[in-house]
Structure formats: structure tokens, C-alpha cells
């Protein structure tokens, strides 16, 4: 390090901002928009929702005009029924009345039949992530979508969403993974856990993994890491020396629910990132669950 020169340095690294004048805020335009990618979409099926709310189905062909607020680029509204009948698809229209509910990603996720259940739900909304090719392609790539059920004034139910590609993972779909999770443990005890190991299962996308650790520290459920299944890692500790499982169990276990933030290596990978994990308890025969997903922050 002594033999560098730090004034020429930074004249240099100023220098090369100068040249380029834009490319910082650029950047961090872009970063703000991946960042509010998630809360816009929410928002563009919400509006097309209240729309079919108001005008029934006489809003599908509002849906379909392209160049409109509906349908601009790649990015769409489309419309089943609660049994995978396809009313809307501005696409390509003449693949509306399919029957869609069979439909599987590049995994053998059952998309069709998970999106069914989202709208379904008590919740009647939720996102669904899996790997699809853009129009035109043959490569799959990461599709994170936000569907939700919606009554037109005739009665009818409906299920609208709409997808984008390639979208950071954001808290959100993290609290909502942990959620349906612990729903899913409550409900069906540890038959829930082969599905949450299940690749095809909406619980596993990009880096992003559900894992259940038991109250005494033993690991349950991972996906990512399945070794570590069986093994008690109450004393694990990160990069920092933070002991991150023992943190888990005490939120969970005084507070019900939140975040922890630690290092720990991406899935196939040994190098150590900053991941925040969101934790909360799940309750089955008296006994606690620790029921956590996280994301990575680089």
C-alpha cells in the first residue's frame, strides 16, 4: 500500500466520475426502482382489481388495449377464474379460454394450481416466484408475481395478477414465505416439512430458502444446507462471532416475530454475506417452532 500514489489516486477515481457524470446517479436511480419495483406491482394489480370491482367484466377489454395504462411493454394484466380459466391474457388473445390451472414452471412448480391457492386464501393475495422464459426465449429466468381474488358486481370471482422479471427479493416476500410457512406447519404439524424442502414448492427461489430450527437449537428443515438437518446449532456463530440461532430462538420466543441480521454463505457458495433473516414462531402441540427465511443485502 505505501507505494501507491494516494493523490493521483483519488484524482484518478475523481476523475473517471467526471468522465462519466451520470453513472452514480444512475445507479442509484436504478437501486431505488428495484426497490419500489415490488410496491408498484402490488399496486397495478390493485387498481386492475378495484376496476373489475367497479365495471365487472366489462373491464377486460380496458385490460387489453395495448399502448394503455393496462398494458405497456411486458408488463400486463391477466384474468382466470377460481378454476384456471383464462378470461384475459393481452399477449396473445387467442390463448384466452385455456384452462391454465395444470400449468408448470421449468421445476415442475405447479404455478397454476399455486396461484389458485394464494387468491384462495384468507388473505386473498400474495406473490409467487418462480422460473419462466421471457417472450421470445428459451432460457428461464426468475418471474416473481403478485396475484389476488377479486369479485366483479355480478358475483363472479375472479383471480388477476400481474409479473415482472428478474426482481430483487424484497422483505416482503420474505415475511410472506415465513408466513404461509408457519400457517403450513400449524396446520398439517411436521408433514408440512417435506414441502417446505420441495424445490417445486413456493418456498424455495433464487437465494432465498424457508429453514425451521427447534426451540433447543435443532436444525429441522433446510433446503439450501441439508447437512445441516439433524444437527444442533445453537452455539453456530458468523463471521463476527454473533451467535445468530441463539438470536432467532430469543425473538421468536420473547417477541413472536422479526429480524436478525448476520453473515452467512449464499447456497452453493462458501463466501460470507450480510443476510437479514426474518423469524417467527410457530406453535404445534405446545411445542415451539422456529420458522425463518432471509434475504441477502449483497
Request: contains cysteine; charged residues 30%; neutral net charge.
Amino acid at each position: 500500500m505505501s507505494k501507491i500514489d494516494l493523490p493521483r489516486f483519488v484524482f484518478i477515481v475523481l476523475a473517471s466520475m467526471i468522465i462519466s457524470p451520470f453513472s452514480y446517479a444512475e445507479h442509484v436511480e436504478t437501486k431505488a426502482q428495484k426497490r419500489h419495483a415490488a410496491e408498484q406491482l402490488e399496486h397495478f394489480v390493485e387498481d386492475g382489481a378495484a376496476l373489475i370491482s367497479e365495471k365487472g367484466e366489462k373491464a377486460f377489454d380496458a385490460f387489453r388495449q395495448k399502448g394503455s395504462k393496462w398494458f405497456r411493454g411486458d408488463q400486463y394484466l391477466y384474468v382466470w377464474d377460481m378454476n384456471g380459466l383464462r378470461y384475459v391474457y393481452p399477449p396473445d388473445r387467442d390463448r384466452e379460454g385455456d384452462h391454465v390451472l395444470g400449468i408448470k414452471d421449468i421445476d415442475g412448480k405447479p404455478i397454476g394450481k399455486l396461484m389458485v391457492n394464494i387468491a384462495a386464501s384468507k388473505e386473498g393475495r400474495g406473490w409467487l416466484h418462480y422460473r419462466w422464459p421471457k417472450p421470445g426465449q428459451s432460457a428461464p429466468e426468475w418471474k416473481s408475481t403478485y396475484v389476488m381474488k377479486v369479485q366483479s358486481p355480478s358475483g363472479k370471482v375472479y383471480l388477476i395478477g400481474s409479473g415482472a422479471y428478474d426482481m430483487p427479493v424484497q422483505e416482503s416476500f420474505v415475511v410472506d414465505a415465513v408466513d404461509s410457512a408457519v400457517k403450513l406447519i400449524e396446520r398439517e404439524g411436521i408433514r408440512a416439512f417435506d414441502t417446505l424442502r420441495d424445490r417445486r414448492s413456493q418456498y424455495i427461489y433464487q437465494d432465498t430458502y424457508v429453514f425451521v430450527i427447534a426451540e433447543d437449537g435443532l436444525e429441522l428443515v433446510n433446503a439450501a444446507f441439508p447437512k445441516l438437518e439433524g444437527r444442533n446449532v445453537m452455539e453456530y456463530k458468523d463471521a463476527d462471532g454473533n451467535y445468530m440461532v441463539k438470536a432467532f430462538i430469543e425473538v421468536a420466543r420473547n417477541k413472536g416475530d422479526g429480524w436478525v441480521n448476520y453473515f452467512w454463505p449464499k447456497p452453493g457458495d462458501v463466501e460470507r454475506y450480510q443476510k437479514s433473516t426474518y423469524v417467527r414462531k410457530a406453535m404445534v402441540d405446545g411445542k415451539m417452532f422456529v420458522v425463518c427465511a432471509g434475504l441477502y443485502r449483497n
